[in-house]
């Protein structure tokens, strides 16, 4: 009556929770390991120990895109990583740690653990680098989400199936099954008939005194079910997307107004992040006479547009004076070259004055 069997199917669809969660913090994760961390030093960049730490390996047994994208599932989903800096330079995301805050002085790190190790020192904040996402953690936000959206889910897959279920009765002559021995020999036979039905794709069922078996449908369509549970599905999913600011469309592949959507998830999801890290790893690698004097970890984001097709931009900005070479250069992420014509500004002749554009131009009759 009360369809346990039910229950404990609706109760176990960690799978929908773990889907939407790692293909919306991978999706951002993959944009971010794709930024180059560059060091400058006043006009130009330098690659140093730092820049190879950042970019390439930040530890022994690490790469730095998979090293990124655990940055942002732990920032994400725990609401705030930590990393710190072994003894041999190596940076390493904590997997647990005590944070012991404070109003005055530094807040403490203790009881540091990355894999199966455990720090015994403790580490103060000026020594690691130590990210919140926001105000409030996201993982029990998703978690009272999936109770809802699981139970919903798991109610329409298993109407599915028993919609679609096949069922049979079976009529017994009770007369020819009195004995206890008789009984277990016809359970067993209706065991196999059971199995035989289920699995092969024809089955052959001798037929027995007092015994008949019925065959029986429910003769309805799935389709509308099936819909319903992508819906429920991607229903969740768009809204752990929102949750962390992803386009919904970027993430079902939608190509209407795809460079519209990519600029705001660039703009409002992305670039927000990357401020927060280079305004952690400035403080917490240079000093403040370093920082003044031009010395920052500047972050080159990702581009999702081809060079090419800034080409005509390109060339009304360096034409109409308003940038140098170089600086264009850095917008563009090519960095400074040394060639003193790159430094000049340049002005065509459609943007001077009349009266100057004349001066060189041909004389009029």
Known sequence: MFDVELFQETSNRAHMKRLAIDTCISFLGRTISQSEFRVRNGDTF??????????????????ASTFWQTFVYK???????LIIQA?????????????????????????????????????KQSEVIHLKYSNENLAPLIDGLFKDYGDLFGRILTSQKRKNQIRGTVDMDMLSAKSSEHQS????????????????????????????????????????????INKVTN???????MAIGIPVSLLHGDMADVEKQTKNYMFFTVSPLLKKISDEANVKFFTQKEYLSGKCVDIRKASYQNIFDLATSVDKLRGSSVMSGNELREELGLGRVDDP?????????????SSKALEGGENEE
Do not use: W
């Open 46 to 63: 330098e690659k140093n120990e730092l820049y190879y730490r950042l970019n390439v390996r930040p530890s022994k047994n690490t790469t």
């Open 75 to 81: 920032l994400f989903y725990d609401n705030e990583c």
């Open 87 to 123: 003894d041999d330079g190596d940076l390493l995301i904590a997997d647990d740690f005590t944070h012991n805050e404070y109003a005055v002085y530094e807040d403490i790190f203790s009881n540091v653990v990355v894999k199966d190790f455990e720090f015994k020192r403790t580490f």
């Open 185 to 228: 020999k016809l359970q067993e036979f209706i065991n196999n008939m059971y199995k035989a039905i289920g699995k092969n794709d024809v089955a052959i069922i001798p037929q027995q005194p007092g015994f008949k078996y019925t065959e029986m449908t429910n003769g309805g369509s799935g389709g509308q079910s099936v819909d319903e």
């Open 235 to 241: 229903g969740f999913l768009d809204q752990v997307a």
């Open 341 to 353: 014509i790159m430094d000049k500004y340049f002005i065509t002749k459609n943007y001077q004055e």
